[in-house]
């Protein structure tokens, strides 16, 4: 079946520190893959994506690579601020006679300045 | 102009009630979901239209009834509320049946039911 997980939060930062989230998938087919990070009291907005094995995604000084070998999309980010505090969720989709998004289960990040 | 609306945004009532949640997106796309996100934020679909056609009914409830009157509109009808249906409700759209596309998501209806 088609599934991700990602590590579970909340995360905890200072300021300027380097994030990084794990997600892992599993899928029949190809799948796209997709971070989307939600701020407090809205609602999800795509963060970046990547359509095939090794392509990177990036935005907001925030990355992540499609890594088929090990099934990963992880996110980076290389210094973190107070505003980056919100809920980002790894996703994919991929039409399997329907077309689907499956998301992970979400994890928080906090920043303290 | 906001892009995904739902209203109303917050949602307050009382157990074997009925209520609605409206959708409506301004993009031109031609699928809607809808989403349901527990309190640990945990992210279910529940539907999909193409085109006002239902391609995705994720085994829920029939209490839930789906409509959508055209492409810009997806409407989410609750029969007999349940204490279990208490969470927030996403609308999303994207445009075509197509896995690398973004799918842009409504602000949420925050439902409780006591």
Redesign the interface.
């Known amino acids: 079946g088609n599934s991700v997980t990602q590590m579970e939060g909340p995360v905890t930062l200072s300021e300027e520190a380097f994030l990084t989230i794990n997600c892992t998938y599993t899928a029949t087919g190809y799948?796209?893959l997709?971070w989307?990070v939600?701020y407090p009291?809205?609602?999800?907005?795509?963060l970046l994506?990547a359509?095939k094995a090794d392509d990177k995604g990036s935005n907001k000084g925030f990355e992540a690579t499609y890594r088929k070998e090990t099934t990963s999309f992880h996110l980076e980010k290389g210094s973190v601020q107070v505003s980056d505090s919100a809920?980002y969720?790894c996703a994919l989709?991929?039409?399997t006679g329907?077309?689907?998004?499956?998301?992970g289960?979400?994890t928080?990040l906090f920043v303290k300045a | 102009d906001t892009a995904?609306s739902q209203t109303p945004k917050y949602l307050v009532t009382q157990m074997g009630n009925d209520k609605s949640i409206k959708c409506e997106q301004n993009l031109g796309h031609d699928?809607m979901y809808w989403y349901k996100q527990d309190s640990?934020?945990?992210?279910?679909?529940m539907f999909?239209y193409?085109n006002k056609e239902l391609?995705?009914n994720e085994t829920v409830p029939n209490r839930f009834s789906p409509k959508s009157p055209d492409k810009a509109h997806l409407n989410l009808h609750i029969n007999s509320l349940e204490l279990g249906d208490s969470a927030v409700y996403?609308c999303?759209s994207s445009y075509g049946?197509?896995?690398?596309?973004?799918?842009?998501?409504?602000?949420?209806t925050r439902l409780t039911v006591l």
């Open positions: 799948p796209s997709f989307y939600q009291g809205e609602g999800l907005q795509l994506k359509t809920v969720f989709s991929v039409n329907g077309f689907k998004t499956i998301f289960a979400g928080r | 995904v699928t640990k934020k945990f992210l279910k679909i999909s193409n391609i995705i996403f999303a049946q197509v896995e690398s596309n973004e799918q842009f998501f409504g602000p949420g």
